[in-house]
């Protein structure tokens, strides 16, 4: 069956350390997306990529890395430099070349949830 | 001002009521509605989905958009206890091409 894959489902995490959170996807889809969820605030883009080896921040980038060197694979860091970290994070994928505001579908993973301790 | 609110709820009905899930906003460009449901530790499914002003039903879901008072709605007709999930409304324009999702709205349908 075709989907997103995310690894971990849940994270700890001391202060001060870099984690990588999985994203991987078997739908032959060309955009993906990394969201964060807060009780409260609904969701909020981190940093999205349309093609391959190209990417963009969103609106909530600072503290973030990511890399897209492979259409299947979008892993998303969370370095130390990032203030609030302990949060819900959510990968989504998109089969259009066009933007999904435009059809409204995401495909989401089921999530990964990293507790800063 | 939050370019989308919604109300975190939670909501609490009996089964068979009749639900309704609101959404404002303020930025008149938004063309595109959409209602996803998010269960407990998984992740949003796409529910319902609009193109401008109107109604759109899908079973026991309606939608609906009223673009001059820039409110959108949910309505659940004769709620089972599956239906218990956060709804999340989002919205985009095809300028930025981004969706902007409200806060989700929890709701419980008690058996």
């Known amino acids: 069956d075709g989907g997103i894959t995310q690894s971990p489902k849940y994270l700890f995490r001391k202060e001060g350390q870099n984690v990588t959170l999985s994203c991987e996807q078997n739908?032959?889809?060309?955009?993906m997306y990394w969201y964060r969820q807060d009780p409260g605030q609904g969701l909020r883009l981190i940093y999205y990529?349309?093609?391959?080896?190209?990417?963009q921040k969103g609106d909530i980038a600072e503290g973030y890395s990511v890399s897209r060197e492979k259409k299947e694979s979008f892993p998303l860091t969370v370095t130390s430099a990032q203030k609030n970290p302990t949060a819900f994070y959510l990968c989504?994928?998109?089969?259009?070349?066009?933007?999904?505001?435009?059809?409204?579908?995401?495909?989401f993973g089921e999530g990964s949830r990293l507790t800063v301790l | 001002q939050k370019e989308v609110e919604q109300d975190p709820g939670p909501l609490s009905v009996p089964e068979g009521a009749i639900v309704s899930l609101n959404c404002t906003y303020s930025?008149?460009?938004?063309?595109?509605f959409m209602w996803y449901r998010q269960y407990s530790r998984k992740g949003p499914e796409l529910l319902m989905y609009?193109?401008?002003?109107g109604n759109k039903e899908d079973g026991r879901f309606t939608a609906q958009v009223d673009k001059s008072s820039k409110y959108i709605s949910l309505f659940i007709r004769d709620s089972q206890p599956s239906d218990s999930a956060t709804y999340l409304c989002?919205?985009?324009?095809?300028?930025?091409?981004?969706?902007?999702f409200g806060q989700g709205t929890t709701l419980q349908v008690k058996p």
């Open positions: 990529s349309q093609i391959v080896n190209d990417f």
């Open positions: 989504a994928s998109y089969p259009g070349q066009g933007k999904p505001a435009n059809t409204g579908e995401l495909f």
């Open positions: 930025n008149s460009a938004f063309q595109y």
């Open positions: 989002a919205m985009g324009s095809s300028n930025t091409g981004k969706l902007i």
């Open positions: 739908l032959n889809h060309d955009a």
């Open positions: 609009t193109y401008s002003s």
